[in-house]
Structures are given as C-alpha cells and as structure tokens.
C-alpha cells in the first residue's frame, strides 16, 4: 500500500509539466525560470506562483530592434479555465510594468493568452501591447504532438506559430515551424523559417529534491541498488544544467 501510495505521489509531481509546461501560471509555490529570442526581442523572466492562478515575478526584456533594455515587474494571473475530461481551456491575463535601464522612463505591456489542449493538439492564441513603441504583437499557434506519453518520458511537440506585429499603421507577420521538447521540468522550443531564428527555455522548480528523495526510497523497497540510481539521476541532473549554460550563450551571441 505504502509503494502504490507513493508511486502515485511521483506521478503527481511530474505529470502536471505535460499540461502546464509552458502556460504564464504554473502550481501554487512553483518558481519558473524562462529565457527565449525571438526576431523582436531578447527576453528573461523569474517568478513565483503565489497561489495557482497568480505568477509575479521579474523580467528583463530587451528590444533588438531599438536596443532598448527594460526592468520590469511581471504578473500573469488565470482568469478562467475550463476542464473538460481529456482536454483542458485556459484564459490568462498578462502585465508588465517597469523602466528603460538607461533613461528610466516609464514602460508597460498588457496581454491576454487564450489556449485549448489535449495530449495530441493544442491551440493558441497570444496578443501583447507594448507602451515604448505603441506596438501590437499577436502570436497564434496550431501544435500537434505525434504520440502520447506518460510522465517519465520526453514529450515532443511540431508546432506552426504565425506572428504579426502592428506599429504606426504598419505591420509586419513572420511564421516560424517550431519543434517543442520537453521532459520532466525542462523545456526547449526552437525553430527557424530561413531569415530568422526563434528559442525558448524553461524550467520549473519547487519541491524537485524531496520528491527524488521519495523515489529512491521507494526504489530501495524493491531491494534495488540505491547508489547506481543516484548516479543516474545526478547525471540527469547535471546534463540539463549544460544544455541551459549551452542555450543562454546561444541566445546572447545571436547578432542583433
């Protein structure tokens, strides 16, 4: 009973990253970490979910356009979500509020998500105001993942996202094929349409050390060899960090 028990505590913990992996709020307590490049901007945030539907945060955004670089204070709240049996809806809204780092005037964007998702298809709709250059960025989406996975397997997703950013009666829209990896609490998106490149990473945290705890003490039930698991998952510890050290070099060193 004590094994089924917590093998079904494991479960819990991982299998919420195949739903929420990269959503604006993640669960109560849980700290995120996301860096991604695209055309327009280089862009850092960290935060914490204060409760499930409230994420705050930092965030440093840097127009490569301009060369502008922002401060900011993040907050991404759920406004609605819909659970359905094999599926799941969500509303969220977003803000940013904060300074430019070399003149300190004011600046601010708001946004809303509206997303729909099952373990196969996911449907995305992001749009963004941008205070600094009064610029309206919409971002859609169409995923499709080609096989279903349980929690300890890596999840693949084949995404098309079309952009279009309007500013001053002008707009221009780009389209980008993305590949989505993720496993566990680790996430990467990158994708390329010729001219541009696009990059994403991201990762969760909260409880990760107890819950590894768990699972070797379960492991040891079984009379399996406690320290062999712990080598391995050291290294599948370790291996994650120099993709992450790999990713923000990549992103850095991308010309602007």
Not at 134 to 148: F, G, I, Q, T, W
Request: net charge positive; proline share 3%; charged share 15%.
């Amino acid at each position: 009973m004590y094994q089924i028990k917590m093998i079904h505590k494991i479960k819990l913990f991982f299998y919420p990253f195949s739903s929420i992996s990269a959503h604006p709020v993640i669960f109560k307590n849980g700290k995120v970490f996301w860096i991604a490049q695209n055309p327009s901007f280089n862009d850092i945030r960290f935060g914490i979910s204060k409760t499930s539907n409230w994420l705050i945060g930092g965030r440093f955004l840097e127009d490569r356009n301009s060369n502008e670089t922002f401060a900011l204070i993040n907050n991404n709240y759920l406004a609605k979500r819909w659970n359905n049996r094999n599926s799941q809806a969500n509303l969220y809204l977003l803000s940013s509020a904060g300074m430019n780092t070399k003149n300190s005037e004011i600046m601010g964007n708001i946004g809303m998500h509206l997303d729909w998702e099952d373990r196969q298809f996911m449907v995305m709709q992001m749009l963004e105001y941008f205070s600094h250059n009064s610029s309206l960025v919409s971002n859609s989406r169409l995923a499709y993942s080609p096989y279903k996975v349980d929690y300890n397997r890596m999840s693949t997703w084949l995404i098309a996202q079309y952009s279009v950013e309007y500013q001053k009666e002008e707009y221009k829209y780009m389209f980008f094929p993305i590949i989505r990896l993720f496993k566990g609490n680790y996430l990467v998106e990158f994708g390329s349409n010729g001219n541009n490149s696009f990059l994403t990473f991201m990762t969760h945290f909260e409880c990760i050390y107890s819950c590894f705890l768990d699972y070797f003490n379960l492991l040891s039930s079984y009379k399996m060899n406690i320290f062999n698991n712990i080598a391995d998952k050291l290294i599948s510890i370790l291996i994650p960090k120099w993709v992450f050290i790999f990713l923000c070099c990549l992103l850095w060193l991308q010309p602007r």
